[in-house]
């Protein structure tokens, strides 16, 4: 499992480097693959905030979710990482201990 | 006067650069290390895990859905469809390193992170000389790639040592939120994440396949609205 993951993603990585040089992506997948950080980034960062556990209740944990917010607020104002982490995990911490 | 920055310069550049973003990735690292171990693999196997794929929301994933017992089929297009995005990172370094040695981008394409991507166009677009750019990214690499490594063996052995409720895993949404947050510079885009987000919720699928249809739906809507604005304006 670890060698396919490990290598299929060595290939995603190096075919475009190697053979785009030359040729290019038709224009729609260019398009679509604008977008694919963005999906895949918030689809990451959504379901923690959400499952308590392994159950999926769709249960909204206000702590995280609170604290997501807060960090992202952050992130766009300062556009830097290590505010916006500082500032999460204190604003996490903060109401989880307030709810307890 | 302007400053020939030669390849040992670009590459300790390349280190330097990588110190603040280390703060994001050390905490990282020793979730996924954590992670991998208390998902049931052992010490070698997570270690392996940070080597031979160099990618955390993917080594978490891939964690999460083993100890799951999760076919490997589902593990390796989850992680593929979470990984998809190197790919338009790589495009678009192609255009700087196209040109290299066959096994210098094949070390670039080993290294590369979303930061590393980040920084290095951001340094490309400044006045570093685009000569030595590859020593810059390859500097960031290596520092990256330590810092990783290291995280996930403190992540090995500490990770159960941390209790539960100190949430530290809350680490991973917060540095991708870090990092997603400046990406937004458009509706579209926005409207991408939103719905990239609130799918991987809402699509109660088992095995985290709400992970890649939830990607799906984002890139599609993202499309969608793209092409909205191009009618309008």
């Not at chain 1, 206000?62 to 952050?74: D, E, K, N, S, T």
């Not at chain 2, 000569?131 to 090995?156: D, E, S």
């Not at chain 2, 809350?170 to 994440?193: G, K, Y």
């Amino acid at each position: 499992m670890i060698v396919g993951l490990g290598s299929a993603t060595f290939l995603i990585r190096y075919w475009p480097i190697t053979f785009l040089g030359r040729g290019e992506l038709p224009g729609w997948l260019k398009r679509a693959l604008r977008y694919v950080p963005a999906a895949v980034m918030a689809a990451i960062i959504t379901p923690p905030l959400f499952f308590i556990g392994s159950t999926p209740t769709i249960a909204f944990d206000l702590p995280r979710g609170a604290a997501a917010a807060l960090a992202a607020v952050v992130a766009w104002r300062t556009r830097s990482a290590l505010p916006t982490l500082v500032l999460g995990m204190l604003a996490l911490w903060t109401l989880q201990a307030l709810s307890s | 006067m302007p400053q020939v920055q030669g390849a040992r310069a670009e590459f300790i550049a390349g280190i330097r650069a990588f110190m603040p973003t280390s703060m994001s990735i050390l905490p990282f690292g020793i979730v996924c290390g954590a992670a991998a171990v208390s998902a049931g693999m052992d010490a070698l196997q997570a270690a392996a895990m940070s080597i031979l794929i160099f990618a955390g929301s993917a080594q978490i994933a891939a964690s999460q859905l083993y100890a799951n017992s999760a076919p490997w089929l589902v593990i390796l297009a989850t992680g593929v469809i979470i990984n998809l995005r190197f790919l338009m990172y790589a495009a678009s370094l192609s255009q700087h390193f196209g040109r290299l040695a066959r096994r210098q981008q094949a070390l670039i394409a080993y290294l590369l992170t979303d930061q590393a991507f980040a920084v290095t166009s951001v340094h490309a677009s400044g006045r570093s000389d685009p000569r030595h750019l590859h020593w810059f990214y390859l500097g960031f690499g290596a520092a990256t790639w330590l810092c990783w490594q290291t995280a996930t063996v403190a992540g090995i052995v500490l990770g159960n040592l941390v209790p539960a409720n100190w949430s530290i895993d809350f680490i991973v949404p917060l540095t991708f939120i870090a990092m997603l947050v400046p990406l937004l510079t458009d509706l579209a885009l926005i409207c991408a994440a939103i719905a990239g987000g609130l799918a991987a919720v809402f699509l109660v699928l088992p095995l985290k396949l709400n992970l890649i249809v939830a990607a799906l739906l984002g890139i599609s809507v993202g499309l969608f609205v793209e092409r909205q604005v191009r009618r309008r304006g």
